[in-house]
């Protein structure tokens, strides 16, 4: 089924985007067109509908067709019951969207420019196979269109693409207006940059940082699966983020921090990660996900596999590129492990089960999430980084797995890959031993001693002692100089003496807390002491006695002890 897309943005400033979708019924006497509650890489329900203005459907001659909103999210569009005085083989379904909401997962219009993301603003049509031809017009206060789709305008001022179906179609971010762009060559392909917003001074040089990432990721497989890729760089105040896409990829992040060395660091580390998810995910994926389900929650439980693996080789990505030292880099894995250790709903989730849990957990944070479950991204990471060390202890890599995932991935690319496919992989790299210990790690909640693996490999975990002091065991957020609790942590002191997500701190013994006292109160209270609090629950003053308790060991670096084999572990 044929079906050409006109998206017009011509009035930035009121946030719309109107689309027309002209097809050809052929014998279909009903056909339901549906615009996605989700998009790939973002497992919440985002419910894109909601944005839907106005629709209609017309008749070539602009007679208007009877249709009825079936669902959420789905329009039916009945030509048999549609009284119309000529012929309906061709039609049309014209509709108008909000977009005002900048994330790499929605659309974001306004007269600086426009950010479309396909699963937010395009329609489909429910069981069909389309063959999408796309136009854009827009404002004349812009000049430029950059996008992953196939270009087939035969004008300079035309902006006409294609698609192989419609997952091409919406698997490929349009950014419009008069934004910066450059570009460079790998292996024969081009790969453009383009950058909206605002970056402060900084001595990096972006395009040379990308491309060496580029280099040194694609170096990992033996072939590079596109004919150009596109990044697609937000810079905004407090922005982080990523979403990848099949040739492309849309970032985000705060141009203020480029100067800063860590914050670029980790900002090589998200456009590697981002990147590498054009093997790992948009073709290397779970079988669960693809074809895709538009409509309903695509449930799987190897995220493990497309953020865990991807989370362990983006600063492993960034260290290998020479774009950061050895040091710098266990400076990452130290944060990742104290993140870890810090997160009591580890206890409670597995990989597997936190994996099956995204729809509802990892994208709606609240105050419990830390205390009831685990990221993927982070753990997932960290199970892979033991995944390698067993690897070098058999004379391996992780870079075995690359290729057999790889490998397997061209063998049949219509078909994802399954738990356990995975498993005999890593069982063929290195052993029965590993590969029971790996699937372990993925479906139990077993410790994992980390300190022993990085020790073998030339390294010593070190940590400080914070048991003099005491561990409030909350998270705070602030109104003005008001304290806030907003998070509380499982065994800790505000759990256990009865301190809620809510509360206000007023006063520790009858003086009263503001924001500029919190960080300063492990210097004034004694651990294992009796203090009165006073807080603010729900509008009513209450007081209670509470015991703070010792704060326990947090790991503050990770030291080299023997760098040569330090290098060989993560270098080769």
């Not at 492990?337 to 989730?349: D, E, Q, R, T, V």
């Not at 002091?469 to 609790?485: M, P, T, V």
């Not at 206000?504 to 807390?513: H, L, M, Y």
Request: aromatic share 12%; net charge negative.
């Amino acid at each position: 089924m044929q079906c050409k897309y006109l998206v017009e943005v011509m009035e930035p400033q009121t946030h719309i985007v109107k689309v027309k979708i002209e097809a050809s019924r052929a014998d279909n006497d009903s056909l339901v067109f549906f615009l996605p509650s989700w998009s790939p890489g973002s497992y919440l329900m985002r419910e894109y509908s909601r944005n839907i203005r106005t629709l209609k459907a017309l008749s070539a001659n602009g007679e208007y067709l009877n249709y009825e909103q079936t669902s959420k999210n789905e329009w039916l569009i009945d030509f048999k019951n549609s009284d119309l005085k000529s012929d309906c083989t061709n039609f049309s379904v014209e509709y108008e969207v909000f977009c005002h909401e900048l994330t790499v997962r929605t659309s974001h219009v306004d007269e600086s420019h426009a950010f479309l993301h396909g699963p937010s603003y395009l329609m489909g049509v429910k069981d069909k196979d389309i063959a999408p031809v796309i136009e854009f017009k827009f404002s004349g206060l812009w000049s430029k269109l950059h996008t992953g789709l196939t270009d087939i305008s035969t004008k300079r001022e035309q902006f006409i693409y294609s698609a192989e179906n419609y997952d091409v179609l919406i698997d490929a971010p349009v950014e419009i207006g008069c934004h910066d762009s450059d570009g460079f060559m790998v292996a024969g392909k081009e790969h453009h940059l383009i950058w909206y917003g605002e970056e402060y001074p900084h001595n990096n040089n972006l395009k040379a940082d990308i491309k060496k990432i580029v280099e040194t990721v694609s170096e990992h497989f033996s072939s590079i699966p596109y004919e150009q890729y596109t990044f697609m760089t937000h810079l905004k105040k407090d922005l982080y983020g990523g979403l990848e896409h099949l040739n492309s990829t849309a970032l985000q992040f705060d141009g203020r921090k480029f100067a800063v060395r860590a914050d670029y660091v980790n900002w090589l580390a998200l456009v590697a990660h981002e990147y590498f998810h054009t093997w790992n995910v948009k073709r290397i994926r779970p079988i669960e996900l693809g074809p895709f389900d538009y409509l309903s929650e695509n449930y799987t439980k190897m995220h493990w596999l497309t953020e865990g693996l991807t989370s362990f080789m983006d600063e492993l990505f960034v260290v290998r590129s020479g774009l950061c030292s050895i040091e710098e880099y266990l400076g990452m894995q130290a944060k990742n492990l104290a993140a870890y250790f810090s997160i009591p709903g580890k206890k409670f989730h597995s990989l597997e089960a936190s994996s099956f849990n995204a729809w509802i957990k990892l994208y709606r944070p609240d105050e419990n999430s830390k205390n009831s479950s685990i990221s993927y991204y982070l753990k997932g990471g960290l199970v892979f980084s033991t995944l390698h060390f067993e690897f070098k202890k058999v004379g391996k890599n992780i870079n075995d797995l690359l290729t057999a995932l790889w490998d397997r991935y061209l063998l049949n690319p219509s078909v994802g890959v399954t738990t356990n496919e995975v498993l005999a992989m890593i069982e063929t790299i290195g052993s029965k031993g590993i590969r029971d210990q790996f699937e372990l790690r993925i479906n139990t909640t077993e410790d994992i001693d980390f300190e022993s693996y990085y020790k073998e490999n030339g390294m010593e975990l070190e940590w400080s002692d914070e048991s003099t002091q005491i561990d409030l065991g909350c998270e705070f957020s602030y109104e003005g100089d008001r304290a806030i609790i907003s998070k509380v942590t499982l065994d800790g002191s505000a759990y256990t003496s009865g301190l809620n997500a809510g509360d206000e701190i007023i006063a520790i013994n009858n003086v009263r807390v503001l924001k500029v006292d919190i960080e300063q109160l492990p210097n004034f209270l004694l651990p294992d002491k009796n203090y009165n609090l006073t807080i603010s629950r729900l509008g009513k003053l209450i007081r209670f006695e509470m015991i703070f308790s010792r704060g326990s060991r947090k790991l503050k670096g990770i030291k080299v002890i023997d760098s040569a084999k330090v290098k060989e572990t993560f270098l080769s």
